[in-house]
């Protein structure tokens, strides 16, 4: 049984893993994504401290462990703009229709605070691409400003 709740603290290592895991594989593992982010270690705690922000996991009951997460988080210096952050499953979460969940999940809440979503992802992640232009995201020709995850070559951005 899975079920998606807020991120706990004890959550952060599994998370990081994941995030890092799925960069590696993609060959991603560079300065510039989200794999060197310094907030890594302690997501939970960097989350409940971010204003009109947060994080939540995918939780197996089965196997006593997280699966995935998804967060929301401001864009810097575009205070009507929110970023859908750090999407990521393991393998075997994959396929189950999660990602889906997880992107309506954070468009609800994002909905409350913010006009738009951002995302930002690669050409590297083509499972990625397409749940976001089937989710209705334009592709932009460049990141907005404050986006620190320039290695990534590919951002989006839709009207919520």
């Known amino acids: 049984m899975l079920k998606i709740r807020k991120i706990e603290p004890n959550d952060d290592q599994a998370v990081k893993k994941i995030i890092q895991d799925c960069l590696r594989d993609a060959h991603l ?25 947060i994080y939540w996991v995918v939780f197996d009951d089965l196997k006593k462990e997280v699966v995935g997460g998804c967060g929301v988080g401001p864009v810097p210096g575009h205070p009507d703009i929110c970023e859908l952050q750090k999407l990521y499953l393991k393998p075997e979460a994959r396929g189950h229709g999660l990602s889906k969940i997880l992107l309506k999940k954070a468009l609800e809440f994002a909905q409350v605070y913010y006009q738009k979503m951002y995302v930002v992802t690669d050409t590297k992640l083509a499972v990625a691409n397409v749940l976001y232009q089937h989710a209705g995201f334009t592709k932009l020709d460049h990141p907005l400003t404050g986006d620190e995850h320039l290695a990534c070559d590919t951002q989006y951005l839709k009207n919520i």
């Open 29 to 53: 593992n560079i300065p510039g994504t989200a794999y060197f982010d310094p907030q890594l270690d302690s997501l939970a705690e960097y989350y409940n401290n971010l204003p009109k922000s």
